[in-house]
C-alpha cells in the first residue's frame, strides 16, 4: 500500500529534511495517529526511490524528537504522547542500603518525569533473561545492574542477554561488561583498579601500621578482582600483607589493619569489633578498621567506619541525566577512601 509521505526530487531542501517535515505534518492533522506503524525503511526507499540510509537518519531524528519509536520485530510507529512518563525498567541483582542511596539519587534526579519499575535477578542468570526478554519494548529504558559470577561462560551468556535490548535504551550501572559492543550508556566502578588507586590515597596512614590483613569472605562476588588490586598495589609499595577467609582471634594483633571486603554490618565486622573489645584494643588507634560500600550508617557505626566506596550518590544521578539528555556514554563514577574515626 503506498503510503501518504511525498517529497520533491527538485527541492533544494535535502530529502531527509522534507521526510522529517512531512511526517510531522501527517502526525500533526491526526492522518498517521498515535501508534500507526510507518513505512519500513526497505519499503519506504523504494516506493520514494531514495536510499535506505536517509530514511534510516530521518527515522533516527524523529525518534530523538519522541515522536516515533520502534519496536522489535515490528518496526517503526507514531508516538505522540509526548507528556507521558518515562517508563523505566530498573534489574538489580539485590537491594543493599547503597543500592538505595543510587535509586534514591536516580529517582531523585529524574524527578515526576519517571514511572519506574524495579525487578531482582538475585544473580539467577535464567531469571535475569525472562526478564529482560519478557520486557522487550515494554520500556524506554532498561537500567541494568549486570552483577554475576565471573565465569566466561555465564560472561558471554549475560553479554548475549543484553545485546537484545537496543543501545538508546540500555543503561549499565555499578558494573561495566566486556563484550558488549555499541553506544549503550554505563556508570561502573573498576573494582581492581579503583581499590588500588584508593588504598594510595591512604598510604600516609597505612604505613603507620605493621600490616595489612584482608577479611575475604565467601559471598563476595568481585573479591578476586579486589584482592588483585590489593596485592598489586601492597608488592609495589612493599606493604606488608595477609589474606583471610576466617576470622582468627590469634591474628587480631595490635598495629596492624583490618580490609574487610564484604558489606557494612556483617558478621565479620560484629566478630571483628568483640575481639577487639576483649583484647581491649582500641579501634582507630590500636588497631585499624576499614570496611567496603558506604552507607549513611557508617557515619554512626564505632564512632565513625572509615570505607572505601564508590560513590553512589553521583552514580544514580549521573544515570538519569544520560536518560535526561538522551546522551549515552560510558563514565567511571567516582571512588573515594572516606576517611573516619577507625582508620
Do not use: W
Not at 525503511?41 to 530523538?64: A, F, P
Not at 507528556?83 to 542500603?97: E, G, Q
Not at 556508570?187 to 590515597?201: A, P, T
Amino acid at each position: 500500500m503506498e503510503s501518504k509521505i511525498k517529497v520533491d526530487s527538485s527541492s533544494k531542501t535535502p530529502v531527509y529534511k522534507q521526510l522529517i517535515a512531512a511526517i510531522q505534518n501527517l502526525i500533526a492533522s491526526g492522518e498517521l495517529a498515535e501508534g500507526a506503524f510507518l513505512p519500513s525503511m526497505n519499503g519506504l526507499s523504494d516506493e520514494l526511490q531514495i536510499s535506505k540510509e536517509t530514511v534510516k537518519k530521518t527515522y533516527s531524528i524523529l525518534r530523538e524528537k519522541g515522536l516515533i519509536d520502534s519496536s522489535h520485530g515490528k518496526g517503526f510507529y507514531v508516538k505522540t504522547n509526548t507528556a507521558h512518563k518515562i517508563k523505566i525498567l530498573l534489574i538489580f541483582d539485590k537491594l543493599s542500603t547503597y543500592k538505595q542511596v543510587l535509586y534514591n539519587s536516580f529517582v531523585s534526579a529524574l524527578g515526576d518525569l519517571s514511572e519506574i519499575t524495579i525487578l531482582l535477578h538475585n544473580q539467577d542468570i535464567a531469571l535475569f533473561q525472562h526478564f529482560v526478554e519478557g520486557n522487550l519494548d515494554n520500556y524506554d529504558y532498561y537500567i541494568v545492574a549486570p552483577h554475576f559470577p565471573l565465569q566466561q561462560t555465564i560472561q558471554k551468556k549475560v553479554v548475549k542477554i543484553l545485546s537484545k535490548i537496543p543501545n538508546r535504551k540500555l543503561l549499565l550501572v555499578d558494573r561495566n561488561i566486556e563484550g558488549l559492543n555499541g553506544k549503550f550508556g554505563a556508570v561502573y566502578q573498576d573494582f581492581e583498579k579503583d581499590i588500588y588507586n584508593g588504598l594510595s590515597s591512604g598510604i600516609d596512614i597505612l604505613s603507620s601500621f605493621k600490616k595489612l590483613n584482608v577479611i575475604s569472605m565467601p559471598g563476595s562476588l568481585y573479591a578476586p578482582l579486589i584482592k588483585k588490586g590489593i596485592e598489586t598495589f601492597c608488592i609495589e609499595n612493599g606493604v606488608n600483607y595477609e589474606i583471610h577467609h576466617t576470622i582468627d582471634r590469634a591474628k587480631i594483633k595490635s598495629g596492624e589493619v583490618f580490609l574487610i571486603l564484604n558489606s557494612q554490618l556483617d558478621l565479620e565486622l560484629i566478630e571483628l569489633a568483640g575481639i577487639a573489645k576483649e583484647k581491649n584494643y582500641k579501634i582507630g588507634t590500636d588497631i585499624g578498621v576499614i570496611s567496603y560500600n558506604e552507607s549513611p550508617i557508617n557515619e554512626i557505626i564505632l564512632n565513625g567506619l572509615t570505607v572505601f566506596s564508590t560513590n553512589f550518590k553521583q552514580m544514580g544521578h549521573l544515570a538519569a541525566q544520560m536518560i535526561l539528555d538522551k546522551n549515552f556514554k560510558q563514565i567511571h563514577c567516582e571512588f573515594n577512601l572516606i576517611r573516619r574515626s577507625t582508620f
